[in-house]
């Protein structure tokens, strides 16, 4: 399909080039839902799957009140609109809130029961387990995701586990959705040297980089890039996205490299989540399960003698 009728698109503070042939729309696999075979060979060969309407629409919106319910106790939104419309307090910001998704029943059952696992142990074919971190974000207006694949933060377990980004209500264009780089996964050209670098690991022998921790900073931050239409110049193929409505998810595996469209409305924030599962038989990353997971804390640190 053309993409003459769409409007200009930023990611990252950068106008993405629309030209056919360097952006496009997500295919939508929601012909193939209840076949499993061929989302499988869909998968592999594409590196990802947009799922549209797979889920309750309704259960998405409960959600999504659960969240910017909790957004109006924490004083984040203008209190002059219904909680639900997530508009912002005056220079707000980006927000990452996985606090904000603890104890949080609509939520909880949404991402880790019902529909979507069951999409996930069909798509394995066999017993799931998922990561008990959940990456909740409300990115506020003209903040964006840079691109970055997702390996640099979760790569002690296996390399086969799949991120599902799950928007809490309608994302226009304006409002700033997820995008991947087609066929970027297939570059491990390109790849090999940034994607296994685990964000969390440093060099015990060199004083700068064990300064660096020491003051919680990371030694390397895992983006591969702060320019969205360099890094497509770079691998080839389009950065696609969609309009997404609730209900709809999108999921991909750990070495597609994807990036968010800027949020460019006034005043409204953008809700979404990140998740991963995988198979229960394969090993799991330390650092995003348990109560309270170690994530990138202290507890996530890796030394290494380099
Ligand atoms: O929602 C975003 O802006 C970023 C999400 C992301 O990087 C991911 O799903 O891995």
Redesign the pocket.
Request: aromatic share 20%.
């Given at each position: 399909m053309s993409t003459a009728t769409l409007p200009q698109i930023y990611s990252y503070g950068h106008a993405l080039d629309m030209d056919d042939g360097k952006f496009g729309l997500l295919r939508d696999s929601s012909d193939a839902a209840t076949d499993f075979p061929e989302l499988r060979r869909r998968f592999a060969a594409e590196g990802y799957l947009y799922m549209k309407g797979y889920l309750e629409r309704e259960k998405v919106l409960e959600a999504r009140a659960a969240l910017t319910s909790r957004l109006a106790a924490s004083g984040t939104l203008d209190p002059a609109y219904p909680h639900t419309e997530a508009v912002v307090k005056k220079d707000a910001g980006y927000i990452f809130q996985p606090d904000l998704t603890t104890g949080n029943e609509p939520v909880q059952k949404l991402l880790y029961s019902g529909r979507l696992t069951d999409f996930y142990r069909k798509f394995y074919d066999e017993e799931i387990r998922h990561y008990d971190f959940t990456?909740l974000?409300a990115?506020g207006p003209g903040k964006?995701?840079n691109p970055?694949c997702?390996l640099p933060?979760m790569g002690r377990g296996t390399h086969k586990h799949m991120?599902?980004?799950l928007p809490y209500g309608d994302v226009s264009f304006e409002l700033?959705?997820?995008m991947v780089l087609e066929d970027s996964f297939k570059r491990m050209d390109l790849l090999e040297k940034y994607v296994y670098r685990d964000v969390d690991a440093f060099c015990e022998n060199k004083a700068a980089e064990v300064a660096k921790v020491k003051e919680g900073k990371w030694a390397f931050t895992g983006t591969l890039s702060h320019n969205p239409p360099a890094v497509r110049n770079k691998f080839g193929g389009r950065w696609l996205t969609a309009e997404y409505q609730a209900g709809d998810f999108l999921t991909?595996g750990m070495f597609t490299v994807?990036?968010?469209l800027d949020n460019r409305t006034p005043n409204r924030l953008?809700i979404?989540s990140?998740t991963r599962y995988q198979r229960a038989s394969e090993p799991i990353d330390e650092r995003w399960i348990g109560v309270n997971p170690p994530a990138h804390g202290p507890n996530g640190k890796r030394g290494l003698i380099c």
């Open positions: 990456w974000r990115i964006g995701t970055h997702d933060y991120t599902c980004w700033g959705g997820l991909f994807h990036a968010s953008r979404s990140d």
